[in-house]
């Protein structure tokens, strides 16, 4: 279904949400319409930023705002939603968009198989009305539905649009850029030359896909990475826990901007233990890449700045890798928790793969590795 009519039947002037790739045709429909534009649309931390969000423009406005995300994100709205929107506390009315990933029966990542197969239950547990969305759906099967929503909204209910993959189009196209020259690939190709046999935590989205595929080709032990390819925000945290329980280990942590403003949180707690040990990487190019390449906000955030408020010895920002290869040395042998911010350009390789191991055979082969090189 065309996404500017599926808008213009809504109704609604504000949108928040966290970008997915099967929203892409939605999320560039409003970055081309409104940009990022306070009064009309934000891309937020997370999905429970957004749920907030949405209930302070209905407290401001009265009107029904809309909230998009991937279904991966239902965990972080459901706190919001039941202690803040249901209509027994304040009974704030929203519409969400839900990308629909690991809808059973196709093929999806392994990250989104159980996700996708409690999709439907979990927002119905949580009393908020779904109707699917998929490439059939007429433009009257949704007026239909918005008419017949129209008494939960008013009643301060939510409801929910849940997105089969390809059901929204939009035929422009919005280009994203920006002003670094880094390509992220090989910015990961230089990390794996320093960390040696250390071992490696890197955070959902390509950077993972990309270092699996450089140590595919050099040779080197999968055995080495443990790759997050879900939990998105939470790589460093699980990097930080390793640390402490092996502090005779260099652990490495690969992260992204969207990932870290995920759950900023955990750079407090990082800071708060400060692990020798840790070394904690911010590949930033300021979007939200794996799903189609919409902004962050970590281009007008000081990453660095941060970091030393929450408690790290040092941290550092580069954009050129002779200073990342002079900072990644330095690391190396500092033996003090470190964060390094490194400027990246936006794009990946179009022939980009996909890891070849299961999650299972993954965290397998990394404990395996950790208590060989404990021992």
């Not at 790739?21 to 409104?34: D, E, F, G, I, V």
């Not at 490495?252 to 901007?257: A, K, L, R, Y």
Request: charged share 20%; glycine share 8%.
């Amino acid at each position: 279904m065309n996404v500017a009519r599926l808008l213009n039947i809504l109704g609604a002037d504000f949108y928040t949400g966290v970008p997915d790739s099967q929203l892409k045709s939605l999320c560039n429909y409003l970055m081309h319409t409104y940009g990022i534009d306070p009064a009309h649309h934000l891309i937020a931390a997370n999905e429970g930023n957004c749920v907030a969000l949405a209930a302070g423009y209905h407290l401001a406005t009265g009107k029904v705002p809309v909230v998009y995300l991937q279904n991966s994100g239902i965990g972080n709205i459901i706190n919001p939603v039941a202690s803040l929107m249901n209509d027994r506390v304040y009974g704030i009315p929203c519409v969400f968009f839900v990308g629909w990933r690991g809808e059973p029966g196709i093929h999806d990542e392994p990250q989104h198989i159980f996700q996708g197969a409690v999709t439907i239950q979990l927002l119905e547990d949580m009393d908020i009305s779904t109707f699917v969305i998929d490439k059939q759906t007429s433009q009257a099967e949704v007026e239909r539905q918005i008419q017949a929503w129209k008494p939960l909204l008013a009643a301060g209910k939510q409801v929910a649009f849940v997105v089969r993959k390809g059901a929204l189009e939009y035929d422009g196209v919005v280009d994203y850029e920006n002003d670094y020259s880094m390509a992220r690939e090989e910015a990961i190709r230089h990390i794996t030359a320093v960390t040696g046999t250390d071992p490696v935590v890197s955070t959902t989205g390509k950077a993972s896909r990309e270092l699996f595929e450089i140590r595919t080709a050099q040779g080197q032990s999968h055995g080495l990475d443990f790759l997050s390819v879900g939990s998105m925000g939470h790589s460093s945290s699980i990097a930080l826990a390793i640390a402490l329980q092996r502090p005779e280990q260099r652990i490495w942590c690969i992260d992204g901007d969207g990932a870290v403003l995920m759950h900023m949180g955990a750079m407090a707690v990082i800071g708060a233990n400060r692990p020798k040990n840790l070394v904690h990487l911010v590949l930033n190019n300021g979007a939200h890449e794996t799903v189609g390449g919409m902004p962050t906000v970590a281009s007008q955030v000081d990453l660095v700045a941060i970091a030393k408020a929450c408690g790290y010895p040092y941290a550092v920002c580069v954009d050129s890798f002779a200073d990342l290869d002079r900072e990644l040395a330095a690391a190396k042998t500092r033996g003090t928790l470190s964060l390094i911010e490194v400027k990246c350009a936006l794009g990946s390789r179009a022939d980009l793969g996909r890891p070849t191991t299961t999650a299972m055979e993954n965290k397998q082969n990394f404990m395996a590795y950790l208590h060989t090189e404990s021992v």
